[in-house]
T-cell receptor, first 115, second 114 residues
Framework: GAGVSQSPSNKVTEKGKDVELRCDPISGHTALYWYRQSLGQGLEFLIYFQGNSAPDKSGLPSDRFSAERTGGSVSTLTIQRTQQEDSAVYLC?????????????FGPGTRLLVL | TQLLEQSPQFLSIQEGENLTVYCNSSSVFSSLQWYRQEPGEGPVLLVTVVTGGEVKKLKRLTFQFGDARKDSSLHITAAQPGDTGLYLC??????????????FGQGTILTVHP
């Protein structure tokens, strides 16, 4: 596809369960970002990948959150032992080279609800 | 920690009115972007400004980057219902591990009534 895709689009889980969120960036984009957005609010940075490396993990809220990227393409964000406060929209974005002034292309997000 | 304060948080106006959204910080950014987001979708870039004092126009939208690169504004002339959405400013900081990272404001929810 031409744009960033994310799956699943919606996820409902029970407190304490693990979830995996997937992001397929635009082909050829070396930079990939994960953000979290609460209802109608701004975006909170979680992690940044350049290729398969994550030079900036500073936004991950706790050690329950982890992410990886393989083959310089697909990325997975894993949340272990989910809590109700993890409920949010998780957005993925990619950009060509990782410069801060580049356009970041966002996927539609995964809406996570933890019951 | 770099923070961006965006105001107002909510704006409800009639079609044809003008409006301005502000984005302020105590930190200097190397670039400032404005995004627009519609329900159920990811944000879409409107503009990037990189030079202090820079003004960019996109049809009825005018974007300005402050001289000191700490603040920015978005002005919409003669708003239309199609302008309705969430507007987000985002500051970029070049260098170090923050390379590529954007700091987002809290967003402005704009509703334009016909």
């Amino acid at each position: 596809g031409a744009g960033v895709s994310q799956s699943p689009s919606n996820k409902v889980t029970e407190k304490g369960k693990d979830v995996e969120l997937r992001c397929d960036p635009i082909s050829g984009h070396t930079a990939l970002y994960w953000y979290r957005q609460s209802l109608g609010q701004g975006l909170e940075f979680l992690i940044y990948f350049q290729g398969n490396s994550a030079p900036d993990k500073s936004g991950l809220p706790s050690d329950r959150f982890s992410a990886e990227r393989t083959g310089g393409s697909v990325s997975t964000l894993t949340i272990q032992r989910t809590q109700q406060e993890d409920s949010a929209v998780y957005l993925c974005a990619s950009s060509l080279g990782g410069l801060e002034r580049e356009t970041q292309y966002f996927g539609p997000g995964t809406r996570l609800l933890v019951l | 920690t770099q923070l961006l304060e965006q105001s107002p948080q909510f704006l409800s106006i009639q079609e044809g009115e003008n409006l301005t959204v502000y984005c302020n910080s105590s930190s200097v950014f190397s670039s400032l972007q404005w995004y627009r987001q519609e329900p159920g979708e990811g944000p879409v870039l409107l503009v990037t400004v990189v030079t202090g004092g820079e003004v960019k126009k996109l049809k009825r939208l005018t974007f300005q980057f402050g001289d000191a690169r700490k603040d920015s504004s978005l002005h919409i002339t003669a708003a239309q219902p199609g302008d309705t959405g969430l507007y987000l400013c985002a500051g970029g900081y070049a260098g170090g591990t923050s390379y590529g990272k954007l700091t987002f404001g809290q967003g402005t929810i704009l509703t334009v009534h016909p």
